[in-house]
């Protein structure tokens, strides 16, 4: 069975500073992961996604992610926080042998001026 | 951004009322889904569309029912509206299904009060 647990429910950072996201998963075969964004009273939008090609996944608004299977990990990075990046972050875990996909609960970013 | 409205986006509703949202897409992707989103358990699958009139439930499917007679068209209802349904509910699409590698692309939501 599949599952994903982000690791923590609020992030602050100050502006101009990295941000580190953590997403752990489990999964019975070769899982997909992704990560949404949602900003305050929006829907979700699909930030990036891994999909087994390369582990190092680039997305929108400079965020990337590595997929790090001996870890099982799936966290989400950037280098240099903006204001605009306050919003709520979801690791999603698809599994091609469960036909679901996974959300974790999420993680809000707050971005200190 | 995928062509999906959400209707209403804001709704009141008194316990014991049926309330029906709709989920209507511009896309003609074959996969349709509705979550709802509360606080501490990021979003639930409710149910789910693979084609016309093909539905199936999700991790939460108590208390809704589905339908979808047209490809572009999902209708959630809940036949008789609680107070544990008070939520966000979000309307999905996709052309493959969870499961694989194809993104899911979001309505903007429908918040739900039920007094």
């Known amino acids: 069975a599949q599952s994903v647990t982000q690791l923590d429910s609020h992030v602050s950072v100050s502006e101009g500073t990295p941000v580190l996201l953590r997403c752990n998963y489990s999964s019975s075969y070769s899982p997909s992961l992704f990560w949404y964004v949602q900003h305050p009273n929006k829907g979700l939008q699909l930030l990036l996604k891994y999909t087994s090609a390369a582990t190092l996944v680039k997305g929108i608004n400079g965020f990337e992610a590595e997929f790090k299977k001996s870890e099982t990990s799936f966290h989400l990075t950037k280098p240099s926080a903006h204001m605009s990046d306050a919003a709520e972050y979801f690791c999603?875990?698809?599994?091609?042998?469960?036909?679901?996909?996974?959300f974790g609960k999420g993680t809000r970013l707050h971005i200190l001026p | 951004d995928a062509g999906i409205t959400q209707s209403p986006r804001h709704k009141v509703t008194e316990t014991g009322t049926p309330v029906t949202l709709r989920c209507h897409q511009t896309?003609?992707?074959?996969?349709m889904y509705w979550y709802r989103q509360d606080p501490g358990h990021g979003l639930r699958l409710i149910h789910y569309s693979y084609g016309v009139k093909d539905t199936d439930k999700g991790e939460v499917s108590d208390g809704y029912s589905v339908s979808r007679s047209k490809t572009e068209d999902f209708l959630l209802t809940l036949e008789s509206a609680t107070s544990s349904q008070t939520s966000v509910y979000f309307c999905?699409?996709?052309?493959?299904?969870?499961?694989?590698?194809?993104?899911?692309?979001f309505g903007p939501g429908t918040r739900l009060t039920v007094l």
């Open positions: 999905a699409i996709s052309e493959s299904p969870a499961g694989g590698t194809d993104t899911q692309y």
């Open positions: 896309e003609n992707h074959r996969y």
């Open positions: 999603v875990v698809s599994d091609r042998g469960d036909d679901k996909i996974i």
